[in-house]
């Protein structure tokens, strides 16, 4: 069992920067794939950034690529999302979730566990 716990969203301007953090407890955080992934209101949640544990590959959907980075440190039991050049489309409650494997890293049913979210709030 592994227990996620997001913080650091808020409310920034647009091109504004804001770091979401994931802590883990429970079981050996390195050996999961971490992701986040968002859910905007009347929208389905969606991928946004998966690390895998052993390789640290990172993926993205596309409309991040080049603003958001995904990193982790397996001796904090911690996973990051630092996410700069925000717009207000990236306003959502943002969730960590975690996995054993990498196979379909963006698909949200493949992750086991799940934090509770953290709100994202860009103003234009």
């Known amino acids: 069992q592994v227990q996620l716990v997001e913080s650091g969203g808020g409310l920034v301007q647009a091109g504004g920067s804001l770091r979401l953090s994931c802590a883990a407890s429970?079981?050996?955080?390195?050996?999961?794939?971490m992701g986040w992934f968002r859910q905007a209101p009347g929208k389905e949640r969606e991928f946004v950034a998966a690390?895998?544990?052993?390789?640290?590959?990172?993926y993205y959907r596309g409309s991040v690529t080049g603003r958001f980075s995904i990193s982790r440190d397996n001796a904090k039991s911690t996973g990051y999302l630092q996410m700069n050049s925000l717009k207000p489309e990236d306003t959502a409650v943002y969730y960590c979730?975690?996995?054993?494997?990498?196979?379909?890293?963006?698909?949200?049913?493949?992750?086991?566990?799940w934090g509770q979210g953290t709100q994202v709030t860009i103003s234009s």
């Open positions: 429970g079981r050996t955080f390195s050996s999961y794939t």
């Open positions: 979730a975690a996995r054993v494997g990498s196979i379909g890293i963006g698909e949200q049913n493949q992750y086991n566990y």
């Open positions: 690390i895998t544990w052993s390789s640290g590959n990172t």
